[in-house]
Each structure stands twice: as structure tokens, then as C-alpha cells.
């Protein structure tokens, strides 16, 4: 039992980054008293990213001062259920974020809408190519709402961004420069597209020549003079080379820091409590009412805080363990394949191709933003015919750079010798004459890719550690084995002087250790019936209906694209069902 | 700003023979220092008199050898010794880092298949401390002398040893340490020189890093064309 117990409030938010600033903004003038609890430390541009000290790789990049503490919490790893998990001891394939802005401060930017297909995966799938075409382990379904009910809320985002980038189409029609492929827009980026560098400009060369349709990735990087709806005003891209793994000095990367937080904090209805890790969202007797929430301060104190609303908007791995300890749903059983909490739990299938030039190319790498490149869709989702290829999903293709960091961004041939003078001789001679070409792919949920709860490790609080059962499956071994004699493809039309092929065989395993991507998803899945899904599309719990719980932890399968832009959308959907019509009738916004 | 000393010894050397210096004879144990033929670059940046505060005489010895040899100076420029790496190395052990503040070490430890990641319950400093001990016993063993007191032919084929799994030790698997110190070796090497390594950025220039600029919005417009400006650090340091 909690020593302590603070006075009520309307709203509990827990977790401080994209989801829970966008919530409370908007809610914000609802008159609510709003409390956001963050379990990290306060951050803001200034003092915490300042010119110079943020270009700092070793201290960010490689000693991931903006994460989590792994030391105090992490997660366990076991490939399958027969295995024993292992505990996540060092990070390397995914960083959860940490603090306030969260895993929104030292994103990449990298700012997509769905493709119309990936919000219907089951049914587009089935109606292609057969029922029997999905694997009979294989969870892949529907999300509860489609493109158009979600297009004005993709809109507001990237507005609220000042995202940069070329539409490829405005109200059904297609525009030169832009993704072929995207859904229907109604309005064009805010800001104009980011600049290439030499190594898109090749890419894209090489892949307009095989047919394909490359286009300049849309990101969440302002590159204008330009102030979102909320009045806050963003910085002019520099181009600086720091945005992976850092904050950003220039007000030009879209955090919460640069786009939400100024407004938000004008308003005297809303508190901020740093240093806050909320420990379980408490219920009253029935099970069906959440009271409030508890959590640990920085003196170590238990603290009760109740309130009328509790929105878990958390990194997607604990949100995920917050439903588990605090016994809201039902667990999900991979012998059974019944309950719902931890199910459809999903990674990304990546694999990249590295380009080793002569003298006479030069690609600068150090001048970056976190999401400069050129895409292509052509291999994405059900943009081609699988029929005879048997797998579901895709992959984006791409030549991204994301900086030069020369700790972490350092690409030498795989003859180089790995130290002594010939490393520097390698490390000198390719710095500056190598690219990458890159491609980023969906996975779909099975029934033996999960979440539960660790039954050994704990984490600094005595509380068990989340448990990730998970390996990769035939269905995306497959895929990305296509998309690497496509990627290779192009790379061959790019003549370089020798290329490194990097994409997993048919026998890999994932591997804890390269990092891979944060795009974790799954565990706590949006569907239409409490029997598929944790939250309805309102990201409202069924099971107890004042508990909304936010970001990738909803998504019911992993799409090729970065997270963000759903979660944002999707965020500023559930506040707008909270305003508009819970407030209204509080109770359940879907009848189940 | 630092004061360049007019001397004919190579800064390197002097780096070396005045840090060992500080070592008291005895435990020296009497052999020569570490030898010295690699070309030696100047080096105005880094302290000829620093001393460790985490290693002690023998371990110093070790890092300073294997150092120069993991990144020697040569034709492309100064290595890792003069660049002040371990120094760098020395400096890391007192951080959080060192002490495995960083990552989950919470019992039970158990051996798993490598693609679950680090299991070890070795910490940075107790990496160091007991696979130094365990290279340095192995060379008295072999060749009656610690790594630090072998040619360069030797200390490359044990770090190649090392580097492939070939040898290893009880307390501490032999490749365990090799990551370690390569690692951290790369990172003084080429991190900003604020945290000890790097100290002329000499490793930046070489390979065309501009460090700290942070402003390309110009080079964006100008594909395939070289940056011109050299290298500056978190601090302004630039590169001579």
C-alpha cells in the first residue's frame, strides 16, 4: 500500500513523449486537470541538446545517455518457448527511449503515413491471393479503422511537425517527385523536401533506370520557416549530422521538445512530475474501473495517484509490461492461443548492401539529418504481386545517410583487416567514398512471437522484467531474401568498386547485438472485437474503459515504414474521441 | 594553448618512456621498456606525465603496448598511444561505464548462444583486470617476459590469437578481452578529444571527419565535392 497519496486529477498520463504531450495538448484547453508522470528526467532543447556539447558521439551515440538506464530495466530474450530468456544486458538491436520527449527526442525523423493495403493487411491478402496463402501460424489482421477515417489526423501530424517532403498524391491525383504509391492526401508536406545527397542522387539514377519510381523520403525535419498549429515555431534544417541517437539544437528535428511542449506548458491545467515510474495502473474491486496509478519517485516513495482517466502512452515494450502488472486483460497463452495482452508481438526484417567507391566519388556523409535519402515503394507491402514470390508483406528500399559518426558509421570492405595500420589505411581510404544502400521490411505476427512476463529477472524496483519470445520466421526469411536480389539489382547498376551484401539467410536468428531498429510493435493490439485485440480503435481498453493505452505497442503487425507516423495519428485520434465523446459519456466508445 | 617543446626525441616516445618512468623499477621488473620502431608522428596534445588512476604499473604497461599496437603510428599519422587512447581507456574505467553502470548485471548469470548478447559478469574493469593478469601470466609462461616487454611480432600474433578465440584463459574468455579493448581502443581513437583520446584529431583529419562544424547546409548544394574546411573539436581545438 502506497505511504503517500496525492490529490485526484482528471487525467493520469503516463509516459511523457510523442503520445502523452499530444494527449495532454490536446485536451489541454478541455479544462481537465492533467498530471503527465515520466519516469526520466526533465530534457528540453536548451540546456540538454546545446551546440556544441550534442555533438558529442561517444557520450550519445555509444554510451546512449538519452535511453533508458539497461542497467535498471530491460527486457529478457528467448527465440522460443522452450528456451530460456536471457536478459537484454547491453543494448544493441533496439533503444527504448527514456525521459521527457521520450524515444521522440533521438528519432530519425523518418515521417510515414500507411499505405491504404497495410491498414487492411487480412483482408487485402486473402482477397489476392487466398485464404490458404497465410501461414496457419500466422496472426496477421485488420486494423480497425481505414485510411480515410485516419487521413485527416496523418494531416495534423505532419503539420504539427512542419515535416518536409514531395506528395506523390493530392486527392487521387499523382504528382512528378513523389511516392507513386502513397494513399491519397488532401494536403502537401507544410515544408518543402529535404535535401538529397550524392549518394540518393546515384540511387536514384540507377533505380529509375531499372523502372522503379525513387523519391526523396518525407521526414519529420522542417526545412522552411514555419510555425505548426499549436504556435510553436521550428528551426531551418542545418543538416548537421547529429539527429540519430541525439536531441536537436537546432529546433529543426520534430520532438516534443520543438513542437508541443512550448504551448503545452502555458497552460496552468496541466503538471509535469519528472523522475516518476509508475509501477501499475491501479483498479477498484471490480476489476473494470481503473482508480489511478501508482509510482516510485526520485526519493524512492511509493506514491498513490488517483485519477478519472489513465492513459498509458509509455515506450511500446512497458506499456505492454505496465497491462501485464497490473493485471488489466486477459495474458495471452501461445498454447492455447487465447487471451490477448503480449500477442502479435513484431520486429523489422532489415538488410543492406554496403557501396565502396574510388577517390573520384565523394559522399560526405557527416553532412546528414537523420532521415536524408532516397526511397522507392515498388517492393512494399501490396504494392507488387506476391502470388507467385509466397510471403507476405515487403520492404522499402533505400539509400539513407543518417550522419558520419566515425565511431558507429564507420564502413570498411569485409577484406580490411579489423586494426593495425591496414585498418587505417581502410578507415582512411573509404570514410569518405562509401555509401549504403539499405532496405527496411514488415513483420508479420505468429502465434509463437509473444510477450509475458520474465519469471526470474527483475528489474532496480523488484518488479519481474518483461519477457520477449520471438525469432524470425520463414515468411520474412523469404521476403527479404527477395528484396535482397532487388536491392543487389540495383546496386550492380551502380558500378561501385565493391560491394559487402548484408541480409539475413534462410537460417538466421535474431541476433540481440547489431543494432537493427526501435520499431518495436505489438502486445497490446487495436481490433475491432475485445476477442482480437487489447484496445478498440479509440486505443480505449475493453476490458477496463477509462485505460486508453497509446503508440506502436497497438499496431496488430509491423509495416516496412518507421512507427511514427501512425503513432502519432493514432494518438491525436484517441484525444479527439476522449474530447469530443468520452468526456461527454464516459464508458466504453465501441460496444463490444 | 599547448607549448610545443623543441626537442629531437619524438613526442611518442617521450610519451612512453616518461609515463613508464613513473613506474617504480621494481615493479618494472627490471626488463626493458616497451620497444619502440614504428615511425613516431608529433604530438602536441597529449600530458607526457599522466598517471593512470584506475590501472596500475602492469596493467599500464599492457594497455600502452597493446594500444600501439591495435592503432600504430605510420605513414598515415599518429596512433593511438600519442593520440592519448590510453589515457582515454584509463578514464572510462572511473565512469559509470567501467563499473557495467550501463547494463543490466543482475544475477543469474548463464552462458547462452551468442546471438543473446553480452551474458558475461565481467564488468570493463574486472575485464581488464583479470584478462591483463591472465595475458600477462601466459607470456611469463611462454616467453619468460609480460606482453609489454615482447617484439611486435609476438604481441601481434598473441592479439591475433586473441582476435580469433585461440586463446583463452579461465577467469576471462581471451576474446572477451580482445572486444574490449579493440572497442574502446576505436572509441578514444576517434571520439571528440574532450574525453582524452584523439588529442590533435589527427584520426579525424585523416579520414575527412569535420568533427564539431555541424552546418552543412551549403556542401548539401555542392554533390561530390570535397568539404574544405579540417577538422574542429566540442572544445575549438583544431587540427594542426
Redo the contacts between chains.
Sequence with gaps: MAAIKKDPVDMVIVGFGWTGSLMAMELANSGLRILALERGEQRDTYPDFA???N????TYG???KLFQ???R??VT???ATAD?A?????F?SFLPGDGVGGAGVHWNGMLWRPLEADLKMRSTVTERYGKSFIPPDMTVQDYPFTYAEMEPYFDKFEKICGASGNAGNINGEKIEGGNPFEAPRKNAYPTKAQ????GG?LFAQAAQGLGYHPFTLPAAICTESYSNPYGVQLGVC?????CERFGC?NYSKASPQTTVLPALYQHKNFELRTQAQVIRVNTDSTGKKATGVTYIDAQGQEIEQPASIVVLSTFQLNNVRLLLLSKIGKPYDPLTGEGVVGKNYAYQMNGGIKLFFNKQ??F?P???TGATGVFMDDFNSENFDHGSLGFVGGATISATTTG?R??QQ?STPSSAP????G???A??DN??HNMGVGSSGSVMPYKQCYLDLDP???DVHGQPLLRMTFDWQQNELKMTNFIKEKAEGIVKAMAPDHYDVGFMGMNA?????PYQSTHTTGGAIMGDNPKNSVVNKYLQSWDVPNVFVLGACCFPQNLAYNPTGIVGATALFAANAIRTQYLGNPGPLVQA | MEKKIETQVPSRRRFLQKTLSLIPLAAAGGSSIVALSAPAAESQGVSDHYVPTYFNNDEWRFILAACD????S?S??P?AVSEGVPVFIDKQMELP?GF???????P?F?S????????SSLVPRETYRQGIKAINQHCQQQFQQPFASLGHEQQ?AI?HDL?AGKLTFDNVPGKLLFEQL?EN???GY???P??GGNQTLA??K???????R????D???L?????PLGPVS?SGKRSV
Design positions: 551546440y556544441p556539447r555533438t558529442d558521439e561517444l555509444i554510451r546512449l538506464n539497461a542497467s530495466e530491460t530474450v528467448r527465440h530460456t536471457m536478459p537484454y544486458r547491453r544493441g535535401k538529397r545527397q550524392y542522387d542545418n543538416y548537421c549530422g547529429f539544437f566519388k565523394i560526405n557527416f553532412a546528414a558520419g566515425p565511431i564507420m579489423r586494426w593495425g595500420s585498418w587505417k589505411s578507415i582512411k570514410y569518405l526470474t529477472y527483475r536468428h535474431y541476433d540481440v547485438r | 599496437r591495435l592503432i600504430p605510420d598515415n599519422g596512433g561505464y557495467g553502470h550501463l547494463w543490466y548485471m543482475h543469474p548463464a547462452a548462444i551468442p546471438e543473446l548478447g553480452y551474458q601481434d592479439l582476435d579493440l581502443t576505436k572509441e576517434l571520439a571528440d574532450l574525453h584520426s579525424w585523416m579520414i575527412g571527419f569535420p568533427g564539431a555541424a552546418d552543412y547546409q556542401q548539401m548544394n554533390p561530390n565535392q570535397p568539404y566540442i
